[in-house]
């Protein structure tokens, strides 16, 4: 499956992005999503993920309180809100198989390009 991002941009410290991804399939299936990030000079880190049916998400704790992913069989989504400098990064989308949540991106086999989140202080 092809993962398409969209939604990233550049904002001020306290404002708030509204990522989405879609599949090239039109659904999402059965698919856990996630998105995880990458800063310049940093590694990948995991941002929040969710199962097929929404009925369990998995947080990083530095994003607890100010994100909210979500999805329905056609695309997920990341509300994020009072966003912070430490927040720029390009913004992955990714998807497995595999019914449950986690936070490693090695259990993920799709992946979309990436979209740019700048936070400006």
């Known amino acids: 499956v092809q993962l398409v991002e969209s939604g990233g941009g550049l904002v001020h410290t306290g404002g708030s992005l509204r990522l989405s991804c879609v599949a090239s399939?039109?659904?999402?299936?059965?698919?856990?999503m996630s998105w995880f990030r990458q800063a310049p000079g940093k590694e990948r880190e995991f941002v929040a993920a969710?199962?097929?049916?929404?009925?369990s998400t998995l947080y990083a704790d530095f994003v607890k309180g100010r994100f909210a992913i979500t999805r329905d069989n056609t695309k997920m989504s990341l509300q994020m809100n009072n966003l912070k400098p430490e927040d720029t990064a390009t913004y992955y989308c990714?998807?497995?198989?595999?019914?449950?949540?986690?936070?490693?991106?090695?259990?993920?086999?799709?992946w979309g390009q990436g979209t740019q989140v700048t936070v400006n202080s």
């Open positions: 990714a998807a497995r198989g595999d019914l449950e949540t986690s936070h490693y991106s090695g259990d993920y086999f799709f």
């Open positions: 399939g039109g659904t999402l299936g059965t698919y856990t």
């Open positions: 969710i199962n097929w049916n929404s009925h």
